[in-house]
């Protein structure tokens, strides 16, 4: 299993401004993930945090605007750029846990971002 | 993309009585898993199916996966208070499992 935090658990935020999410695990992980949960809607994945070089992102989501850093197996962070409202979501981590086949998935509690 | 298409969008039960959600793709999965997301919270991890056919069980929940790998369902039979929450399925892509496509999922709301 692996326990998962995330810093700052919720923040208020006025548009054209950033913001930095903090990911840690208790343990190393090989593969860690972001995705954004938009209000009354399901998750969406935003990037996969590669240890020691660039992250790799989806389709819609760009460095620019979401840069992700993964200085080691146990942290990343996510910083939301130039934040409009349409930023405003739950944004959660990832971490795939390889212990024992079929592998499972942890989220960290989230990090709820309202943008004014 | 693949896409995972889940209903129903909600559903209202008495509580006893049973609760299905289905997940459906026009593409063959590799695997499907399930998570629970309470009112408030992030989501958790129910379980994950990987075989063609298979059919997994945690107490009151029973999980399928389609012998095409097309599908999926989850059941809860004589649902309770503490089973309220949004259900979610969702598929990996590529060699990770934890890169996931989520289906919409089905809020689930339970009267006592």
């Known amino acids: 299993s692996a326990v998962i935090s995330q810093k700052p658990s919720r923040d208020i935020c006025q548009r054209g401004t950033s913001l930095t999410i903090q990911c840690q695990v208790d343990?190393?992980?090989?593969?860690m993930f972001w995705y954004r949960q938009q209000p009354g809607q399901s998750l969406t994945l935003i990037a996969t945090?590669?240890?020691?070089?660039?992250?790799?992102?989806e389709s819609g989501f760009v460095i620019d605007k979401f840069p992700i850093s993964r200085p080691n197996l146990t942290f990343s962070t996510l910083t939301v750029s130039n934040m409009s409202p349409e930023d405003s979501s739950i944004y959660l981590c990832?971490?795939?846990?390889?212990?024992?086949?079929?592998?499972?998935?942890?989220f960290g509690p989230g990090t709820r971002l309202t943008v004014t | 993309g693949q896409q995972v298409m889940q209903i129903p969008q909600y559903q209202h039960v008495q509580e006893g009585e049973d609760f299905t959600t289905y997940c459906n793709s026009s593409?063959?999965?590799?695997?499907i898993q399930w998570y629970k997301q309470r009112p408030g919270g992030h989501p958790v991890f129910l379980i994950q199916?990987?075989?063609?056919?298979e059919v997994k069980k945690q107490k009151r929940l029973t999980f399928q996966f389609g012998e095409a790998k097309k599908n999926s369902s989850l059941h809860i039979t004589a649902t309770q208070t503490t089973d309220v929450g949004t259900y979610f399925c969702?598929?990996?892509?590529?060699?990770?499992?934890?890169?996931?496509?989520f289906g919409q999922g089905t809020i689930l709301t339970v009267h006592p």
């Open positions: 990832s971490v795939e846990t390889r212990d024992s086949f079929p592998y499972e998935q942890y």
């Open positions: 343990s190393q992980v090989t593969m």
């Open positions: 945090a590669n240890q020691g070089s660039e992250a790799t992102y």
């Open positions: 593409t063959t999965l590799s695997n």
């Open positions: 199916l990987v075989k063609s056919g």
């Open positions: 969702a598929s990996a892509g590529g060699t990770s499992y934890g890169k996931l496509t």
